[in-house]
């Protein structure tokens, strides 16, 4: 019992650890560019100080309403998010099951996953208007390619012997593929979903920003226009938060949906 | 050459009836695979049948198309000639009543040990509480319990091998089938694992054919033993081992067991030796 909750002490340290060396290294940047800025080496005009940044935090929260703009932004992500997991995973299977689909366009979509979608955004306004529908589906196609080739790369990687061994307990085909090929390739297919979500949070906020509608993305528009310098970065660290919460969900997710490493 | 041989397996303990029977035929089989070198042949017309009860090695030189012969009776490899039957029936596909245990590590690493093991019992639709329970009994024959709720990451590679094992014993298969399960453990293990299979052969008279390069091994556990040729793989011979039963890792010290390793390491050393020349040409050819 005793060496048990050692252990457990231990442990809680080994992953205590990190987290604190992370938050330590980020606390010495702020101070660093507190200085270089005091000191003049950065010009405070272009760069405010983390000072100034968080003292403008209560002016954008309850000038800017900065928390539903926060959500908005926050449910436009998870809309896209869970569009990709569904349309992402999905085409993903079907060009892992036709390869003539796979052949004729992997390379393509390959190529897509690099091109800058978001100059398109003036045909989804045509298609979808000035809403949050338009910002939504662009994030989603924009991020889908990582999505699928993750998820044919994670179908495809699956260990052979894993295969026959569904095979000799004489595993239906569809059996094979919840009960083996799946579990197998979620981890490949959750760094896909986290690639896409990345994309898809960079083209929502960049559409928000570009057609000046909806969340977070208006409001650093709308800050940097009056040249409300800290308040920008104030809102640029609530998109950050937007990211660093999809992170964490993810991760809940993955580990509750495949244990064991 | 691999002519027909008497196909008399001498079952120590077992009746004379259930040796007239015989659980698994292989009749004849030959597979080449094609290459970007030509046509390689595999396995050269084998033929051999086991008798219920009976455990049969098959051994030979890396290379002899020992694993493809295994995929070949596990109904995982089409596309060759004449035909397996197991319990009278053709083979077409993986069978029911074939359990197999493969070469390389293949426990599910998202599952638990227990729910490694529970897998088949899962897939023939036995309701959770009863699956679990059949599932502890074999992870407890394979010496693992205490084990059930960990993860194969946290395992050494023995064990991962003998999760593996309880779980084709799970499926209750009437022939089992092991491709090298010890290849990757060190002497002791296999030695202890050895002893292992030989307890569960005894205690669940599983009818068993080990797929081996290990003499000690084969000659350890088996009733006969089949030795094959280097490339391509023909029978050499089928060695009956009339050691008595019931064994254990001790009997690797007696007289007699030693006779029979001399025996059939004579066999061996030929076709191994080819195997060694053969790579060495091979290297020369590439070379110039
Ligand atoms: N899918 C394949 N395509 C082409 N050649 C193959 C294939 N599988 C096996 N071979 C060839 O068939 C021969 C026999 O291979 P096999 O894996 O059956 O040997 P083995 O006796 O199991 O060897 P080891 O003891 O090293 O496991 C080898 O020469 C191998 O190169
Ligand atoms: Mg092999």
Same mark, same amino acid.
């Given at each position: 019992?005793?060496?048990?909750?050692?252990?457990?002490?231990?442990?809680?340290?080994?992953?205590?650890?990190?987290?604190?060396?992370?938050?330590?290294?980020?606390?010495?940047?702020?101070?660093?560019?507190?200085? !270089?800025?005091?000191?003049?080496?950065?010009?405070?005009?272009?760069?405010?100080?983390?000072?100034?940044?968080?003292?403008?935090?209560?002016?954008?929260? +309850?000038?800017?309403?900065?928390?539903?703009?926060?959500? !908005?932004?926050?449910?436009?992500?998870?809309?896209?998010?869970?569009?990709?997991?569904?349309?992402?995973?999905?085409?993903?299977?079907?060009?892992? #099951?036709? #390869?003539?689909?796979?052949?004729?366009?992997?390379?393509?979509?390959?190529?897509?996953?690099?091109?800058?979608?978001?100059?398109?955004?003036?045909?989804? *306004?045509?298609?979808?208007?000035?809403?949050?529908?338009?910002? $939504?589906?662009?994030?989603?196609?924009?991020?889908?390619?990582?999505?699928?080739?993750?998820? *044919?790369?994670?179908?495809?990687?699956?260990?052979?012997?894993?295969?026959?061994?569904?095979?000799?307990?004489?595993?239906?085909?569809?059996?094979?593929?919840?009960?083996?090929?799946?579990?197998?390739?979620?981890?490949?297919?959750?760094?896909?979903? #986290?690639?896409?979500?990345?994309?898809? *949070? $960079?083209?929502?906020?960049?559409?928000?920003?570009?057609?000046?509608?909806?969340?977070?993305?208006?409001? +650093?528009?709308?800050?940097?226009?009056?040249?409300? !310098?800290?308040?920008?970065?104030?809102?640029?660290?609530?998109?950050?938060?937007?990211?660093? +919460?999809?992170?964490?969900?993810?991760?809940?997710?993955?580990?509750?949906?495949?244990?064991?490493? | 050459?691999?002519?027909?041989?008497?196909?008399?397996?001498?079952?120590?303990?077992?009746?004379?009836?259930?040796?007239?029977?015989?659980?698994?035929?292989?009749?004849?089989?030959?597979?080449?695979?094609?290459?970007?070198?030509?046509?390689?042949?595999?396995?050269?017309?084998?033929?051999?049948?086991?008798?219920?009860?009976?455990?049969?090695?098959?051994?030979?030189?890396?290379?002899?198309?020992?694993?493809?012969?295994?995929?070949?009776?596990?109904?995982?490899?089409?596309?060759?000639?004449?035909?397996?039957?197991?319990?009278?029936?053709?083979?077409?596909?993986?069978?029911?009543?074939?359990?197999?245990?493969?070469?390389?590590?293949?426990?599910?690493?998202?599952?638990?040990?227990?729910?490694?093991?529970?897998?088949?019992?899962?897939?023939?639709?036995?309701?959770?509480?009863?699956?679990?329970?059949?599932?502890?009994?074999?992870?407890?024959?394979?010496?693992?319990?205490?084990?059930?709720?960990?993860?194969?990451?946290?395992?050494?590679?023995?064990?991962?091998?003998?999760?593996?094992?309880?779980?084709?014993?799970?499926?209750?298969?009437?022939?089992?089938?092991?491709?090298?399960?010890?290849?990757?453990?060190?002497?002791?293990?296999?030695?202890?694992?050895?002893?292992?299979?030989?307890?569960?052969?005894?205690?669940?008279?599983?009818?068993?054919?080990?797929?081996?390069?290990?003499?000690?091994?084969?000659?350890?556990?088996?009733?006969?033993?089949?030795?094959?040729?280097?490339?391509?793989?023909?029978?050499?011979?089928?060695?009956?081992?009339?050691?008595?039963?019931?064994?254990?890792?001790?009997?690797?010290?007696?007289?007699?067991?030693?006779?029979?390793?001399?025996?059939?390491?004579?066999?061996?050393?030929?076709?191994?030796?080819?195997?060694?020349?053969?790579?060495?040409?091979?290297?020369?050819?590439?070379?110039?």
């Amino acid at each position: 019992m005793a060496a048990q909750s050692h252990g457990g002490n231990r442990f809680i340290w080994q992953q205590a650890v990190p987290v604190l060396f992370g938050i330590a290294c980020l606390f010495a940047v702020v101070v660093l560019l507190e200085i !270089l800025i005091r000191f003049g080496f950065i010009n405070r005009f272009i760069v405010p100080t983390p000072l100034d940044i968080v003292g403008s935090f209560g002016r954008i929260i +309850v000038d800017e309403h900065v928390g539903s703009r926060f959500l !908005l932004t926050f449910g436009e992500a998870l809309g896209a998010t869970a569009l990709l997991t569904v349309f992402g995973i999905s085409f993903g299977v079907l060009l892992h #099951r036709v #390869r003539l689909i796979r052949l004729a366009t992997e390379t393509w979509i390959a190529a897509v996953a690099s091109a800058p979608l978001v100059l398109m955004y003036p045909l989804f *306004l045509v298609i979808f208007g000035r809403s949050a529908l338009t910002i $939504i589906m662009m994030g989603f196609v924009s991020a889908l390619p990582p999505v699928i080739l993750k998820t *044919l790369e994670g179908l495809s990687s699956t260990r052979p012997v894993l295969i026959n061994v569904g095979r000799s307990f004489k595993l239906t085909p569809s059996q094979l593929y919840w009960k083996i090929l799946f579990p197998a390739a979620l981890p490949t297919i959750f760094v896909g979903v #986290r690639l896409g979500m990345i994309f898809a *949070l $960079i083209n929502i906020v960049g559409v928000e920003f570009l057609i000046n509608f909806g969340g977070l993305g208006q409001l +650093v528009n709308e800050l940097s226009e009056r040249y409300d !310098l800290p308040g920008t970065y104030a809102a640029i660290c609530f998109v950050i938060l937007v990211s660093v +919460v999809f992170f964490i969900v993810t991760e809940r997710i993955e580990k509750w949906l495949r244990p064991g490493a | 050459m691999g002519g027909t041989m008497p196909s008399n397996p001498s079952v120590g303990s077992d009746s004379a009836g259930a040796a007239t029977q015989p659980l698994l035929v292989v009749d004849d089989i030959y597979k080449q695979f094609e290459t970007a070198e030509g046509p390689v042949v595999a396995v050269d017309h084998v033929s051999f049948d086991v008798a219920p009860g009976e455990f049969l090695s098959v051994i030979g030189p890396s290379g002899c198309g020992k694993s493809t012969l295994f995929n070949i009776m596990g109904g995982l490899l089409d596309g060759y000639d004449g035909h397996i039957k197991v319990a009278g029936e053709t083979l077409r596909g993986p069978h029911a009543s074939v359990g197999m245990i493969f070469q390389e590590e293949s426990t599910f690493p998202w599952r638990t040990v227990v729910d490694n093991v529970a897998f088949p019992l899962e897939i023939a639709g036995m309701a959770k509480a009863e699956r679990l329970d059949r599932a502890r009994h074999f992870v407890e024959l394979v010496g693992l319990d205490g084990f059930e709720r960990r993860y194969p990451s946290e395992l050494s590679g023995g064990m991962r091998q003998r999760v593996s094992m309880a779980r084709t014993l799970a499926s209750e298969p009437k022939i089992l089938l092991m491709d090298e399960p010890f290849a990757a453990l060190d002497e002791q293990t296999r030695l202890l694992l050895g002893d292992k299979v030989l307890q569960i052969q005894q205690d669940l008279k599983q009818t068993t054919l080990l797929i081996t390069h290990n003499l000690t091994e084969a000659v350890q556990l088996s009733d006969r033993i089949l030795v094959m040729t280097y490339r391509p793989g023909r029978m050499k011979r089928m060695v009956e081992i009339k050691l008595p039963r019931p064994r254990s890792s001790e009997i690797v010290g007696s007289d007699a067991f030693g006779h029979y390793v001399a025996q059939i390491w004579n066999d061996l050393r030929e076709e191994a030796s080819k195997g060694l020349k053969d790579d060495e040409a091979r290297r020369g050819g590439t070379r110039r």
